[in-house]
């Protein structure tokens, strides 16, 4: 069973329409975050969250919301999916604390916005 | 306003040379780094660390320094390998950040010809 699933691992959506990504870890880690890649942009922090019902904006989160009901799920939503929108998502755990600053990562979603 | 950088997108070099990836940093308040390593289709998987307390971190091929008055870290590969060819992401942790959250850079494509 993979630590971290995302899903779907692939999506085509319209323009306007609402867009969940789905991330569920089994590490139990504390940390959760949502980054998008993008060609020459690298790996860019979209939302995070410190725990249950604790979430906090990244650098690229306009357009976007998350949800963390419990540890083992954090969900991505695209309220209104645009063209730019259009990229691959990870979604990566850390345990965090002292000397734990690794992350693990997804496969990855890759959505595009039509 | 990118804090993290890596300016050479692409790299070459032949099986059994010496591969150099570099990153330069903005931001005198990251205390940790990190390197993550890419295959197509996957998510990027931990490679190696450092301190900012430390130069040069060594494991098996792979060797990470830091120049903190530069502001610059680097990554040697040693022998290279074709297995090596990947995008290879270097990330930053800052002292203030909270929830452990990572800054990335834009990545290079290396390739390791046979």
């Known amino acids: 069973d993979a630590g971290i699933t995302q899903s779907p691992r692939h999506k085509v959506t319209e323009t306007g329409t609402p867009v969940t990504l789905r991330c569920h870890q089994t590490?139990?880690?504390?940390?959760m975050y949502w980054y998008r890649q993008d060609p020459g942009h690298g790996l860019r922090l979209i939302h995070y969250s410190y725990g249950v019902k604790d979430t906090d904006k990244g650098e690229v989160s306009d357009g976007y919301s998350v949800s963390r009901s419990k540890t083992e799920d954090f969900l991505l939503t695209l309220e209104s999916a645009t063209s730019s929108q259009t990229s691959v998502y990870f979604c990566a755990t850390g345990k965090g604390g002292a000397n734990s600053y690794g992350y693990t990562f997804g496969s990855g979603t890759r959505l595009t916005v039509v | 306003d990118q804090q993290v950088k890596q300016n050479s997108p692409s790299l070459s070099v032949q099986e059994g040379r010496i591969s150099i990836l570099n990153c330069d940093y903005t931001n005198s308040m990251f205390d940790y780094f990190l390197w993550y390593k890419k295959y197509p289709a996957e998510g990027p998987t931990f490679l190696i660390s450092?301190?900012?307390?430390?130069d040069k971190n060594e494991d098996g091929r792979f060797t990470v320094f830091l120049n903190k008055s530069a502001k610059h870290l680097s990554l040697h590969i040693v022998p290279s390998q074709p297995g090596d060819s990947a995008v290879y992401f270097c990330?930053?942790?800052?002292?203030?950040?909270?929830?452990?959250?990572?800054?990335f850079g834009e990545g290079t494509q290396l390739t390791v010809n046979p």
């Open positions: 990330a930053a942790k800052g002292q203030e950040t909270s929830g452990s959250r990572l800054t």
């Open positions: 450092i301190s900012s307390i430390k």
């Open positions: 590490e139990n880690h504390r940390y």
